[in-house]
């Protein structure tokens, strides 16, 4: 009995051991079989989740921002203790006890789901486990992918802390609303960073990682607050909080920025425009798109947000000048059902969804509620309906003609319902008394249809201060100011000059303005000047202030296009440049923002400059990845300095031209204007210079210019080139852009004279003539030219350019004070040494017809 006993009891025991045994092999191979190819779990410790990439201000305000994810990283140390205890509590209460997963939540879930027959379902899921599905294992509910989560999170458990687990669930979990991370939640929800919600804002934070969708703070705001409640019961019942912080923060309402209790976090930013898009587009060609995007780079903008402003309505108010000019209605930018304009609520939620621009300065959206018979009336967004209501009156619609279907023009406009019809969709802007700034009535207003661009950067450092891409950048975002190519022109003229006088040409080089005929592939060319009359023999800066085609061209030959082309190259105007002859008058094409770059150049004595729209960039460490200004400073290493010295700052950057020459035409250019095709155009309080561009047809209209400090440009004309009409002209249209800007930039960054490099001499120069005149001279007429050390101009003797092109005989020339101001044949006799040399007198009034093209070369 007793063997038999103790035979009994040995199998059950072998079996049992067996059994145990068994079941020890199978899981182990279950583990085994499941843990084979699983993702590296030791890779979280280097995780970089996608952050976001900002950029600030010089005065280190946030101005956009860029992302995939809307997620801000914060370490586990910024975490408030407040939100980590929501999250645990909400999530997963035994979190600082378990190591990886939870039995007992894994035995309760199961007993759950038996007793309620698989239609209760409740999630077992640690901290740890989430962490492990969302970073290294996808989303499908399998027991596979459970089985390899426990396996992960039971490894992770003893590579990482508590911590650091917890850091990265609260940096990677997805809250809605495009927020991941809890900060960016803090910033979405309430416009909050972490250590300022309150206890109710945390919880509901907390409440959202279930289902983010179902907990929306408007759309299910009962729902939202039964689980926010729920948060808070279970923060107390684990200790971390008070019952009365509970009973507190249960009663307080769920207020959000969705459901209009807090402004937006966005509406702190000012809206995005064509600077910051700049940035966005070459740093994302730089590092790459998905890299820019989800870096977390702090970027420092090199914009100066006020002259940004005043850069945007200089430009706007040109462009809508000269489409206020054409006079012609293109039709409402949307249109709304008039079925929706019933009530005042309707009406604004149908307008609040229209398409249209909305970051115009002093611009609003309106929508056309009623036509009368004489005024309109309409709804404005963001303004208050008043008794009477707000209307377009009759007068205010007299400028324009209806653009038809087929193109033509309507009759000219005598009441608002000529224009405008009920449900448009259109601009207005509130008119106002210029003496006391009084509301007078409000203005139909359109978004020109002509475009254009403006830039400005220090000619110094190369720190681009303003751009401005276009009217809107809401309304079109191509910025053209860097994307646009456009032919610049007359404003390429300069980079001619610079090449003649790099080359051994002065300032008082006679070039012939007389016709020229260029058999080309296509043809004859016949460039004319844009009078359309010849001015025979002049010097080199009658040719920049007044914009001699013929005199360029002819200069162009002589020093041979493929220096030209060089030089433009080195200035950064082409990449690479044709050396045909038509080029010499800009008809090739490049853009605003390397213009203003190569006359920044001008500007600073010759030395290359790059623009920058960026002065630093951060990595999401801190660490310094991009520094625009490589200057070197020896005396910042130093301990102190004596008083009264500022550190020497020593440039190495390379030298374009001869800063000679860089001043030569500096001063040709400051011609340009006080008496060229500026004139009028430009008031200062400090010396400038600058050049026009007018192409054929004028369609482009250009004008660059620069003090001692700021170079700036701006050109204007359609998309798609066309003429602007007759009048247009760079000196009309865009120099008073220039002059607008640069009247607030000298404000703030001051000016004076350019700088006179050193090894040139001056001397007194007959600006019609090109003869020198005695020491001490003064006029009118008078203007004291630069030279080179040894290179002093001899008195009536004079070098003539004619570009090897012949003279016909008795040309209609234009004599001095005629035609063009300031422009024509010289008065006296003079002598003048022709291409080979020998010596020729000319006679007074001499159209030149009277020298045999011979006797030119």
Not at 113 to 123: F, N, T, Y
Not at 244 to 259: C, D
Not at 623 to 631: I, K, L, S
Not at 815 to 826: C, I, Y
Request: charged letters at 20%; glycine letters at 10%; aromatic letters at 10%.
């Amino acid at each position: 009995m007793i063997r038999f006993t103790i035979g009994f009891f040995g199998a059950i025991f072998t079996a049992v051991t067996l059994g145990i045994f068994a079941v020890a092999v199978a899981v182990g191979g279950i583990l085994y079989m499941y843990s084979r190819d699983l993702p590296d779990h030791e890779a979280l410790a280097n995780y970089q989740p996608p952050t976001i990439s900002r950029i600030y201000s010089r005065e280190g305000m946030i101005v956009d921002e860029f992302a995939t994810e809307r997620r801000l990283f914060v370490p586990a140390e910024e975490i408030p203790d407040l939100v980590a205890h929501a999250f645990v509590s909400a999530e997963d209460r035994n979190f600082y006890e378990h190591g990886g997963y939870d039995p007992r939540a894994i035995a309760a879930a199961f007993v759950e789901a038996v007793r309620s027959r698989g239609r209760d379902v409740r999630g077992a899921s640690t901290i740890t486990q989430q962490v492990m599905k969302n970073f290294l294992l996808d989303g499908s509910r399998t027991v596979e992918r459970k089985v390899r989560e426990i396996i992960l999170a039971a490894r992770i458990e003893t590579a990482l802390s508590k911590e650091r687990i917890l850091e990265l669930y609260l940096n990677e979990i997805f809250l809605g609303q495009n927020s991941y991370g809890v900060a960016a939640a803090a910033q979405t929800y309430f416009n909050a960073n972490l250590e300022d919600l309150t206890l109710e804002q945390a919880a509901y934070l907390a409440a959202l990682p279930q289902a983010p969708s179902n907990f929306h703070p408007v759309r299910d705001y009962e729902r939202a607050v039964s689980r926010r409640n729920y948060v808070l019961r279970e923060m107390f019942e684990n200790g971390y909080i008070t019952r009365a912080e509970m009973e507190r923060a249960t009663a307080a309402p769920l207020e959000t920025v969705q459901g209009g209790h807090i402004e937006p976090f966005r509406t702190a930013m000012p809206p995005r425009n064509y600077f910051t898009d700049e940035i966005r587009r070459q740093l994302s060609a730089q590092y790459g798109e998905d890299e820019f995007f989800t870096g977390g780079y702090s970027v420092r903008a090199t914009m100066d947000e006020s002259l940004q402003v005043v850069a945007e309505r200089a430009l706007r108010r040109a462009l809508e000048r000269f489409d206020r000019e054409q006079g012609v209605w293109r039709g409402a930018v949307d249109t709304i059902d008039p079925a929706r304009l019933t009530d005042e609520d309707s009406w604004r939620a149908a307008l609040a969804e229209a398409e249209i621009a909305r970051d115009i300065e002093g611009w609003s959206a309106a929508v056309v509620l009623e036509v009368g018979q004489n005024a309109a009336r309409i709804g404005i967004e963001g303004v208050e309906e008043d008794e009477d209501g707000h209307f377009i009156p009759a007068e205010d619609v007299t400028w324009a003609r209806p653009l038809r279907e087929d193109g033509s023009r309507g009759p000219q406009a005598r009441v608002a319902g000529d224009l405008l019809s009920v449900g448009d969709v259109v601009h207005v802007r509130a008119m106002t008394r210029d003496s006391d700034g009084s509301f007078l009535r409000w203005t139909l207003r359109q978004v020109p249809e002509v475009q254009g661009a403006f830039m400005a950067m220090d000619v110094n450092t190369g720190r681009v201060l303003a751009m401005q891409g276009g009217f809107s950048y809401q309304q079109s975002s191509f910025n053209r100011a860097t994307q646009a190519t456009r032919q610049p022109g007359s404003s390429f003229k300069p980079f001619v000059y610079a090449a003649a006088l790099d080359s051994g040409y002065s300032p008082n080089t006679i070039v012939i303005d007389a016709p020229i005929e260029v058999q080309t592939p296509e043809g004859v060319w016949r460039p004319q000047n844009a009078s359309n009359q010849f001015y025979g023999p002049s010097p080199l800066r009658t040719g920049i202030e007044l914009s001699r085609n013929l005199m360029t061209v002819r200069l162009a030959q002589d020093v041979g296009m493929e220096t030209v082309a060089r030089y433009a190259e080195r200035f950064g105007v082409y990449d690479d440049m044709q050396p045909f002859l038509a080029n010499s008058l800009g008809s090739q094409e490049t853009t605003l923002y390397r213009m203003v770059a190569a006359y920044a150049m001008f500007a600073n004595g010759g030395e290359r400059v790059e623009p920058t729209l960026v002065d630093r960039i951060q990595d999401r460490w801190g660490n310094t990845v991009y520094r625009h200004d490589q200057r070197l400073c020896p005396d910042c290493q130093l301990a102190s300095l004596q008083p009264g010295m500022a550190p020497a700052i020593v440039s190495n950057r390379e030298r374009v031209i001869d800063p000679i020459t860089a001043y030569q035409l500096t001063s040709m250019m400051q011609g340009v204007v006080t008496r060229g095709t500026a004139a009028g155009r430009i008031d200062l309080p400090v010396p400038s210079a600058g050049k026009t561009g007018t192409t054929n047809d004028a369609r482009d209209v250009w004008y660059v210019g620069f003090t001692s400090t700021i170079a700036a440009g701006c050109y204007i004309g359609y998309d798609t080139p066309r003429p602007l009409g007759s009048g247009a002209s760079g000196g009309g249209m865009c120099a008073p852009v220039f002059n607008e800007f640069m009247q607030e930039a000298v404000r703030e960054y001051g000016g004076g004279p350019f700088a006179v490099p050193e090894g040139g001499v001056f001397f007194p120069i007959d600006r019609y003539s090109g003869q020198r005149l005695p020491d001490g001279a003064q006029g009118p007429d008078v203007v004291y030219e630069l030279f080179r050390e040894g290179e002093e101009p001899y008195f009536g003797i004079l070098s003539i350019i004619d570009g090897g092109w012949g003279m016909g005989s008795d040309l209609p020339l234009v004599s001095r004070g005629e035609g063009e101001a300031g422009d024509g044949a010289v008065d006296a006799d003079q002598t003048v040494t022709t291409s080979t040399g020998e010596a020729a007198r000319v006679p007074s009034q001499s159209g030149f017809g009277t020298l045999s093209s011979g006797g030119l070369y």
